[in-house]
């Protein structure tokens, strides 16, 4: 009985990624023109209020802000298709997400892997935030009774939690209020692994590894980095079977496949035994080709910081009719 809408964000936590532009933004531009085509709503934000879950240099936080959402608009998403906006500009969000953290068991947040990953051995010494982040991304999601999800796999756990937020609230109160909500999680590259180590994600978040591919790398910086990614000493196998074992030779035949909109069956045809030496050149002509338009278009959008907060400004309010009338029945619903 829910209209299909899609919600999504990204977190200013850094520079974007390969991995956020492949596992996010490209997938987010495809469900926007779907939007379009069938009729339902798209929604994409710039989580900043999840970004300070970890310290965060407020000048960077907003240059950070502004590059995701000039990385959003050079990607093809377009303010006048989908709503783009700064998930601090609607405060729906944080007192939708004060409600949930009352819906939420303290064992839920306690099993997330990320939480574990993030906040590392000294738990004692992570911000409640950083614990509570689970209960903010469900009301980023059913402040719109969003329905579909788009993300990379590293997001899965955090929506199965979104929907058992909704399932527990409506339990509670009674009610059928909230939608149960889908992950969607497809596409070639779900999951970009670090450059240097196949069994990292590669991630924004991660400052330490200087081997990722930035959005806002050019053509040298994007080449370099294929060319000295790590990789193995033997010849690509003409099947996909024949990269189980070898991670890091199957992350870049991944990015490849990803970038030319192929199979990796379809790439294994055109590279099956030949050596890297061959291959890292194709690729990093193909990711020159797809990003570098992307990067000049971002530094031009960067020059007009004002241009930016005016289209994000525009957002929020478009953001704000949908979410103020669905908080101001939770609240009824609630109580309060
Ligand atoms: P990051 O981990 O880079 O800080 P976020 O947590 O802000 O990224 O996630 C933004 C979106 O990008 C999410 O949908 C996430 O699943 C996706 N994403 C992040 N890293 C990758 C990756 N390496 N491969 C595929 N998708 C990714
Ligand atoms: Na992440």
């Not at 903010?136 to 999800?149: F, K, P, R, S």
Request: charged share 25%; net charge negative; hydrophobic share 40%.
């Amino acid at each position: 009985t829910f209209q299909p809408r899609v919600f999504s964000g990204i977190q200013p936590s850094g520079g974007l990624t390969l991995g956020n532009y492949l596992g996010a933004m490209r997938r987010f531009v495809d469900w926007q023109e779907r939007g379009l085509k069938e009729g339902f709503e798209t929604i994409f934000c710039m989580v900043d209020q999840h970004a300070i879950t970890v310290w965060q240099d407020p000048e960077a936080l907003r240059r950070q802000t502004r590059e995701l959402a000039a990385g959003y608009i050079a990607s093809g998403l377009d303010p006048s298709k989908s709503i783009l906006f700064n998930q601090s500009q609607v405060p729906e969000h944080a007192q939708l997400a004060w409600i949930f953290n009352c819906v939420a068991r303290m064992g839920w947040m306690q099993r997330m892997t990320q939480w574990k990953d993030k906040a590392g051995k000294n738990t004692q010494n992570a911000s409640l935030g950083l614990f509570a982040y689970p209960a903010l991304m469900a009301a980023d999601i059913l402040v719109y009774h969003a329905t579909h999800i788009p993300v990379g796999e590293d997001q899965k756990q955090h929506v199965e939690l979104t929907r058992d937020i909704a399932a527990k609230f409506n339990h509670d109160y009674k009610t059928e209020f909230f939608p149960i909500t889908e992950p969607v999680i497809e596409g070639a590259a779900t999951r970009v692994m670090s450059l240097r180590d196949g069994s990292k994600k590669m991630s924004k978040s991660d400052p330490s590894d200087m081997a990722r591919i930035n959005m806002t790398d050019d053509a040298d910086a994007i080449a370099s980095k294929i060319r000295k990614a790590r990789t193995d000493p033997d010849a690509l196998p003409s099947e996909v079977a024949g990269l189980a074992e070898r991670p890091e030779a199957k992350n870049l035949v991944n990015i490849y496949a990803a970038l030319a909109d192929m199979s990796m069956e379809q790439v294994l045809g055109d590279f099956g035994g030949k050596q890297f030496s061959e291959f890292k050149p194709a690729l990093a002509d193909l990711a020159v080709a797809k990003l570098s338009p992307i990067s000049t278009e971002m530094a031009r959008l960067m020059t007009q910081p004002d241009e930016i907060d005016a289209i994000i400004g525009k957002g929020a309010l478009k953001a704000r009719e949908i979410a103020e009338p669905i908080l101001k029945k939770t609240y009824d619903i609630v109580g309060m």
